[in-house]
């Protein structure tokens, strides 16, 4: 029956569209005298939808053979011409954060006096600064100066897998840093219980499971759908939604399992930051020592810097992603790349100016530390 019916199609459709010009589809170019006939049954669909109703609506025109072997990530839309220009502070910071995080790793690895949960948690803060900003930003310097903007379909997944799972990391070991304050601030007689060094690393491992269980599903609900034929990624790297708005089938579960991704892990990490300053506020208020007072206040100003910085880029691009319509592609593309250059860049900066401890440890290791002089009973200095 169904044969039939289609060879009967086939006719109608054979007869009818030898008497009607080429038409265009948004895509491709439909011959009338094709002889293919999966065109020539996108075309009978064309002449039985209603008048104005787009073939678009009712049927996707799409790489119906699957993913593309690549996409081509456009740098910052409109600004292409500037692309070297934008290159030179972006590579700047990127220096800085790799030279920054690296000597914080460095410091902390080899001075046990440091090998606190404290410490700990900030190695592993640093650890997924490196990360974010090494996923995103040479491919960035490689597109503004070798113009290789084309990424493999594989390599975009890859990386779109990386930058949401180590956010998501980063975002648990920052509300841990949060609960390590709230420990050493409000329960300090109980910190060396509650907190320990190997209590770190089951959290630094359960924080790692999390993230990659959030957020494989992701890169494996895109692998097997059909993408447009348009392969222009208009940004600079392969961010969740970015990815899905190429594809040209219906993508609510995605943009559905998107949200709740971001609402069950960042939503309820920062309500839990949150609960603990306010915690810690109450404690500080609580204190009659002047010098506990300002030591816990600069403790807690140095943190929740780092909250702001880490976490309102992140807030914009993904708002942006989903209600900013008016928002310039130039002005998302700049923003979403400075969330990998701006926080890990700053990190070890606060922590370096604010925490006396570490600043002692990495003054030791500068080539410009003074050495004491000494100068012997009657002999002239040098």
């Not at 010009?21 to 948004?26: D, G, K």
């Not at 969740?240 to 892990?265: E, P, S």
Request: positive net charge; hydrophobic residues 45%.
């Amino acid at each position: 029956m169904h044969t039939y019916v289609h060879a009967h199609l086939s006719t109608f459709s054979t007869g009818v569209l030898d008497k009607l010009p080429t038409l265009s589809l948004p895509h491709f170019q439909v011959s009338s005298s094709s002889s293919c006939f999966c065109n020539t049954e996108v075309q009978v669909v064309s002449l039985l939808l209603p008048s104005g109703t787009s073939p678009g609506s009712t049927m996707t025109t799409c790489n119906v053979t699957g993913h593309p072997s690549f996409f081509i990530l456009q740098g910052i839309p409109g600004m292409e011409d500037k692309h070297k220009w934008i290159s030179i502070p972006f590579s700047s910071m990127y220096f800085i954060t790799v030279l920054g995080n690296c000597t914080i790793l460095f410091t902390i690895s080899t001075e046990r006096s440091l090998h606190k949960p404290m410490f700990l948690l900030l190695c592993l803060l640093a650890l997924t600064d490196l990360g974010m900003s090494t996923t995103t930003i040479p491919k960035v310097l490689c597109i503004f100066w070798f113009g290789q903007s084309e990424i493999s379909y594989e390599g975009c997944l890859v990386q779109l897998f990386f930058i949401h799972s180590i956010s998501a990391m980063q975002s648990a070991i920052l509300m841990t840093m949060a609960f390590d304050r709230y420990v050493a601030i409000c329960k300090p007689l109980h910190y060396a219980t509650i907190l320990s060094n190997n209590r770190i690393g089951v959290i630094g491992l359960v924080s790692l499971v999390r993230a990659i269980l959030f957020i494989l599903p992701m890169p494996i609900l895109l692998q097997h759908m059909p993408f447009h034929a348009n392969r222009v990624i208009p940004t600079t790297y392969c961010e969740h939604m970015a990815v899905v708005k190429m594809v040209c089938v219906d993508t609510t579960v995605n943009r559905i399992y998107g949200l709740v991704v971001a609402l069950l892990v960042a939503g309820l990490d920062i309500s839990a930051i949150a609960s603990s300053y306010v915690l810690i506020i109450q404690a500080i208020l609580r204190l009659s020592s002047k010098e506990a007072h300002h030591k816990a206040v600069n403790t807690c100003t140095t943190h929740i810097s780092v909250m702001l910085i880490s976490y309102t880029p992140s807030l914009f691009s993904f708002l942006t992603h989903r209600f900013g319509r008016g928002i310039p592609p130039h002005v998302h593309t700049i923003l979403g790349n400075l969330y990998f250059l701006v926080p890990p860049m700053l990190n070890p900066i606060i922590y370096g100016v604010k925490t006396k401890e570490f600043r002692d440890k990495v003054t030791k290791y500068s080539c410009w530390r003074k050495e004491p002089i000494t100068i012997a009973h009657r002999q002239k200095p040098v």
